[in-house]
């Protein structure tokens, strides 16, 4: 189904959001990480064809315009839970990828009554438990290897942008991300605060994910009381792209429980 795509004006109409809409049913908020919406394209059609799926694109990403002060985790999951609001969606299902994750979990913190779930694909924002081991800082990864730090399967699902344009895009992505997650990509106080989310939660990991490894993955799961755990193998940072059917099948499971 095609998305209906439109500009919302939140917080008091302070800040813009655009955000493609497509399909009736089910609503699943879908937060991509810092690869942009595109990352979480595909799995926005395959779950619009028996449901509602929303994707926002945050300020700051793929040229959209970013107020000074919108800078943090926290500014994204307020503009989330109002678009929520605007949309006059129920029973809604958050699903966060990457830092994505993060902004999912800090919406369920919040306990609106308009969330139903929420699902986690490779999060980030929790330290990782150790000081031996540090989130991958993907800015000081060489550029001809950071695909395999992300996928699985590299060379079959890896795009690289081309064009000028599309390089500028991502080096900007890049640097919003930054802003919003600061160097570190992650919050020293998040992994404690999770045991106060009572929003059903499902963590899906991709087992070949060296960005975030599947110890990490589990201790995220471990931190949210009630969460369950899915590997997905075969998959790295973005499952929903290496592994779009066993993330679906994952997710039909969880919603039926829910």
Do not use: C
């Amino acid at each position: 189904m095609t998305p209906q795509r439109q500009k919302l004006e939140l917080l008091s109409e302070t800040v813009s959001l655009n955000v493609n809409d497509q399909g009736q049913g089910r609503a699943f908020l879908i937060l991509h990480g810092g690869a942009g919406p595109g990352s979480v394209s595909g799995l926005a059609n395959a779950l619009s064809k028996s449901a509602r799926a929303v994707v926002p694109t945050y300020p700051g990403f793929n040229g959209e315009p970013r107020p000074d002060w919108f800078a943090s985790v926290d500014d994204l999951a307020l503009a989330n839970l109002a678009l929520i609001e605007k949309l006059g969606l129920s029973k809604v299902v958050v699903i966060g990828n990457s830092i994505g994750g993060w902004i999912a979990s800090e919406i369920a913190l919040r306990h609106s009554p308009r969330v139903a779930g929420m699902v986690l694909l490779n999060a980030v924002g929790i330290d990782t438990g150790s000081s031996d081991k540090t989130i991958t800082d993907m800015t000081k990864v060489p550029p001809a290897e950071r695909a395999s730090y992300s996928f699985h399967d590299p060379k079959r699902f890896a795009i690289a942008p081309t064009t000028p344009d599309a390089l500028a895009i991502m080096a900007n992505n890049q640097q919003t991300l930054r802003t919003y997650a600061g160097s570190l990509m992650y919050d020293p106080g998040l992994r404690s605060r999770l045991a106060g989310v009572s929003t059903p939660t499902m963590v899906a990991w991709g087992a070949s994910d060296r960005v975030v490894d599947v110890d990490y993955g589990r201790l995220f799961a471990s931190s949210i009381p009630g969460a369950r755990f899915e590997l997905v193998s075969e998959a790295g940072h973005f499952p929903q792209i290496e592994r779009l059917d066993e993330v679906m099948r994952l997710i039909g499971e969880f919603d039926s429980k829910i």
